[in-house]
């Protein structure tokens, strides 16, 4: 099976690619040219049975976002559709599309989206257009919003909280915390976003268009979170909980019922004081090459 990867070269992208490569049914090829070039596309996704498509942009100014997350799947769409039709499509989205607070119900992929951020609305975008691709001209696809993703190789101050309390443990730095810490969010670990994303280019939904929540199922607070590294990392990161100066917002339980049910996560999910230990280790190793 011939499999196109945009964005190999990110946190996710570069777990993605090992989990491909460890399947002996993908030939992979990576994207490397500069997707809001539709040129570029249309001569990437010649002669394949699957794209995943990972490139995109958080943190930068809004236009950069919008150009690459939305234009950025246009132009792939456009490619698909003028070059390589039956190539099915999987698109790394976000649970940013929703509004994550004040539901207190479940957020399954029922729910209208709602986003609250530039980068909330790009990824909205992109599912529209994709929707609209797959209503109009039969492109095969298949969206995973994923919750806050955490693992080996992810970046703090960037990628997710849980690299930023491990940085700063390792490093003797407090880290600052608006509220008392009993915020909840949904995190999961790379390994079983990445195995979702291989059974997603794998797998035949019997839908043209697919949407699936790639979430652990499971609340996790930040006061949890800095007591798990603390006991991985050997010393805490001396949190600095900071009430009433912007309390976090109270995010609402999230469903991973569909993507279990068919077969794009996979049971049972890491343990998520397993992956603190995991990604604390790989971390301690890192660090630890880079001083030698």
Avoid at 77 to 85: D, E, H, K, M, V
Avoid at 122 to 148: M, P, Q
Wanted: with cysteine; glycine share 8%; aromatic share 8%.
């Amino acid at each position: 099976m011939k499999i196109g990867v945009t964005g190999s070269d990110g946190f996710i992208g570069g777990h993605v690619m090992a989990a491909l490569a460890a399947d002996d049914v993908f030939q992979v090829r990576e994207f490397k040219g500069d997707i809001t070039k539709s040129e570029a596309s249309v001569d990437f996704v010649r002669g394949l049975d699957a794209i995943v498509h990972l490139a995109g942009l958080n943190r930068a100014p809004d236009y950069d976002i919008m150009n690459v997350n939305s234009l950025g799947t246009l132009n792939l769409l456009n490619a698909i559709r003028s070059t390589n039709p039956r190539a099915r499509l999987v698109v790394a989205s976000s649970f940013q599309v929703y509004r994550q607070w004040g539901n207190r119900a479940p957020l399954d992929e029922s729910i209208p989206p709602d986003p609250q951020s530039i980068y909330g609305l790009s990824k909205r975008f992109a599912e529209d257009l994709c929707r609209h691709y797959s209503s109009v001209g039969g492109t095969r696809t298949v969206i995973l919003r994923l919750s806050n993703v955490f693992g080996p190789g992810c970046l703090p101050d960037y990628n997710s909280v849980v690299a930023t309390f491990i940085d700063r443990a390792l490093a003797d730095r407090p880290v600052q915390i608006n509220g008392d810490g009993s915020s909840l969010r949904d995190y999961i670990y790379i390994a079983d976003v990445a195995d979702s994303f291989r059974a997603a280019a794998r797998a035949d939904t019997g839908e043209a268009f697919s949407i699936y929540n790639v979430c652990s199922g499971t609340m996790t607070s930040l006061k949890d979170i800095v007591s798990l590294v603390g006991r991985f990392a050997g010393k805490s990161p001396g949190a600095d909980y900071r009430a009433g100066s912007g309390e976090d917002h109270a995010f609402d339980p999230c469903s991973n019922a569909k993507a279990l049910r068919d077969g794009i996560l996979k049971q049972p999910l890491t343990d998520f004081a397993k992956a603190i230990e995991l990604t604390v280790a790989e971390e301690k190793r890192r660090r630890a090459g880079s001083a030698s």
